[in-house]
């Protein structure tokens, strides 16, 4: 059993006097499962979450122990009976014990290092491989609105249409950061020059509206868009990966369509990986073992044979902290109403999956 103090690791925090909870982990018999367990505390509350995202005073709360059966990023925040929040700590929680980075922290040697991790002599005896605890500093990325315009009718006085596209931007410049930057550039200029078609139909839509139909979208704030919302889902070790979520929707029809587009980059080259850079497989048994993936999801709704015709080396995915996800927009391989259709596949599975680090060479 591993014995960590979790109020110690998080990187850029600022130190308060609260302090985390202790956490233990436990590996199961059969050594597919994880648990963590702390003793809940008498006054306050300890938040987490285990999709990497920082925790908030809306997310869970810690009430019982945790059990994961996949690689996870586990994320805690404990607030005080004062309202005094700890700094957020990271924990990656890794299943597969050979591969994984055995650490102990404690308060004593956190506070002499600066918050930086000591590996302790009676870790290396227990050889507990189950906590890659992790420091690694983000790339620092701006998600700037980067073009922003609006339709008026003066009539009545209202934004009919709007537009607005947002992208990443790098405060730092490097050779490869400027390759992503190129990428992004091209893409804006390509959605640019959709406007003009849109803004046709987006007119006509309005104008072939009632009056009293324009003044319930008035009142509703509904208007024809032209968005695009950026979204970072995975940031460290030397990848990034970047959904766009391309939004458009013409007021007066029955919905709008969100279409998402993904990107992961070396950030160390610039250069962008495709699905068939990071798999372990065979391009021949691409379609056919990703197919099968997608079967598992027991969604009869699903078109199969469109998954396996779609599906290549260049198919859209992105990471996560919990493994690559694979996916189709709504329309591709099954009805809006199904939305989007994804798999997600654990960094633990080397039979599809490269290891991680032969990505970042």
């Known amino acids: 059993m591993i014995v960590i103090n979790l109020g110690l690791l998080d990187v850029g925090s600022k130190k308060t006097s609260v302090a985390m909870p202790v956490f233990t982990t436990q590996l199961s018999e059969d050594g597919k499962t994880v648990t963590l367990k702390t003793d809940k505390p008498k006054s306050g509350i300890l938040y987490y979450t285990l999709d990497g995202s920082d925790p908030t005073e809306q997310s869970t709360k810690y009430e019982r122990e945790i059990t994961v059966d996949r690689n996870v990023t586990l994320k805690r925040l404990f607030v005080d009976e004062n309202g005094t929040h700890s700094r957020i700590v990271t924990n ?3 299943i597969e014990s050979q ?10 040697n956190s506070e002499n290092n600066n918050g930086t991790s000591a590996t302790t002599e009676s870790a290396k005896a227990n050889d507990q491989k189950i906590i890659n605890e992790t420091t690694y500093v983000p790339l620092q990325v701006i998600y700037q609105v980067t073009y922003q315009d609006a339709i008026v009718d003066p009539d009545y006085n209202y934004k009919t249409v709007n537009f607005s596209y947002q992208r990443p931007v790098f405060p730092k410049t490097s050779q490869a950061l400027a390759k992503i930057n190129a990428l992004y550039d091209g893409l804006e200029k390509e959605w640019k020059e959709k406007i003009p078609e849109f803004t046709t139909k987006a007119i006509n839509y ?26 970072e889902v995975y940031n460290k070790n030397n990848l990034l990966s970047i959904q766009q979520d391309v939004y458009s929707n013409f007021v007066g029809s029955t919905h709008g369509y969100h279409e998402l587009t993904a990107h992961t980059f070396n950030t160390k080259t610039g250069e962008e990986l495709l699905l068939g850079d990071i798999l372990s497989i065979d391009e021949s048994q691409l379609k056919t073992q990703l197919t099968n993936e997608f079967a598992n999801l027991n969604n009869k709704n699903i078109d199969l044979n469109k998954v396996y015709e779609l599906l290549g080396a260049d198919a859209k995915y992105y990471l996560t902290d919990s493994g690559v996800c694979v996916y189709f927009n709504q329309y591709e391989v099954a009805s809006y109403a199904d939305g989007r259709i994804t798999i997600t596949i654990p960094y633990s599975r080397t039979d599809l999956l490269k290891p991680i680090e032969t990505m970042i060479l």
């Open 92 to 94: 990656v929680i890794s």
């Open 99 to 108: 591969s994984a980075t055995n650490t102990i922290l404690t308060e004593e």
């Open 206 to 231: 309005w104008n072939n509206n009632s009056d009293s139909r324009k003044n319930s979208f008035i009142k509703y704030d509904t208007r024809s868009q032209m968005e695009v919302v950026c979204y």
